[in-house]
């Protein structure tokens, strides 16, 4: 029988109910059955992402109906789960959002430099020089899509501008925002800015962005149907002339697939394309993954650049570890151990093609000329 998402919420809604009622047989039932719309909903799922989205909250509904059958079982003597008690909406999310001290900065990040000055210049000048910026009245803060193909450094991006304006670093996946808590997804995305907004300068960043907001239809889940305003209302509701900034980051390799209302002026005011590196950022990646390896005098940079034309900035680090395990696995066979030749790195490079198809980047280039 075919299934629909109202179908799952309906009983998603029913066993949560339940289970916060005390009547945990009843929930056990409604939870179970969710469980099992949500997984024939995820062999339909049209994306990779969406079908581990749904696998995972599927297994998340498997739990609290275990805890269900066992809490009925001892006559509800169990702790309540957390993650559908009152206390748990109240808390503050201290236990799953991660904020940290980014110590990446721009000059650790190979090339990018029309990147980086666009970034410079649409959001950390504002923060740098407060005084200037109120007096041309340059708000601060807001919201900024970093997009390209997969590969190219778009987190480490985003933890460099946290690091260049000093700033709190909020990193949280689509997965933990929707599932985390079963049933709670627009209360968790409160909970997130909320917690953003304590800092005196902080950036929140979520990758693979279009998960978590994604274009809306009228078939799509009606989680997202909630979500998604609730998104587009926390970063309309930025006070970018308080003494606390706030920067929205999201990063995507499919900025087509996102809800068009996010590229609206007050919500994403700035689309930043991180594409493949050009020949000097591709020198310095060699630099920073090949320079500190045991080398031999043939190797020579400026020919593999040319060869790595077309490569991501991860594809290079790749094929630097390849190189460098094939004198490792000779010493280990007894070999004498020597450094990694031209030859080693040229063998792997044959062998690995680059992991970004051409086709994908005119797609890239379509977006950037229509946002679409």
């Known amino acids: 029988m075919s299934v629909s998402f109202a179908t799952f919420e309906r009983l998603k809604n029913k066993g949560v109910s339940s289970y916060q009622k005390g009547d945990y047989l009843a929930a056990k039932s409604y939870l179970v059955d969710a469980a099992e719309c949500l997984i024939e909903l995820a062999e339909k799922a049209k994306t990779d992402e969406a079908r581990r989205q749904h696998e995972e909250l599927a297994a998340e509904l498997i739990e609290l109906a275990k805890e269900a059958d066992q809490n009925h079982k001892t006559g509800g003597k169990k702790k309540r789960r957390q993650s559908v008690s009152e206390d748990e909406s109240e808390s503050d999310a201290s236990e799953w959002i991660v904020k940290e001290k ?19 210049l649409k959001m950390l000048y ?11 009245g340059i708000s601060t803060g807001g919201g900024v899509l970093l997009y390209g193909p997969p590969g190219t450094g778009k987190t480490m991006m985003a933890k460099a501008i946290a690091h260049e304006v000093e700033a709190t670093f909020f990193v949280i996946s689509p997965a933990q925002m929707l599932s985390k808590w079963v049933g709670e997804a627009e209360q968790n995305i409160k909970k997130l800015f909320d917690a953003a907004k304590q800092e005196e300068i902080a950036v929140i960043f979520i990758d693979e962005i279009e998960a978590l907001v994604p274009r809306r239809k009228s078939d799509s889940s009606t989680v997202m149907q909630r979500v998604v305003p609730q998104i587009l209302q926390e970063l309309e509701g930025f006070d970018r002339k308080s003494d606390r900034a706030l920067l929205f980051i999201g990063a995507t390799n499919k900025p087509w697939m996102l809800d068009e209302a996010m590229m609206r002026p007050g919500r994403m005011d700035a689309r930043i394309y991180v594409g493949l590196p050009d020949g000097p950022a591709r020198f310095k990646l060699l630099e920073i993954y090949l320079a500190r390896r045991p080398l031999d005098g043939d190797v020579n940079f400026g020919i593999l650049c ?64 229509d946002g679409k």
């Open 102 to 120: 980014p110590d990446i900065g721009f000059d650790d990040i190979a090339g990018l430099d029309d990147v980086k000055q666009d970034i410079r």
């Open 126 to 136: 504002p923060f740098k020089h407060p005084e200037l910026a109120k007096k041309y």
């Open 306 to 369: 040319d060869k790595l034309d077309g490569y991501t900035g991860a594809d290079i680090k790749n094929i630097a570890q390849q190189a460098a395990q094939i004198p490792f696995m000779e010493a280990i066979g007894g070999g004498e151990p020597r450094p990694i030749s031209m030859a080693d790195v040229v063998a792997v490079i044959d062998q690995t093609p680059p992991s970004v198809h051409p086709s994908d980047l005119v797609r890239f280039d379509k977006f950037r000329a």
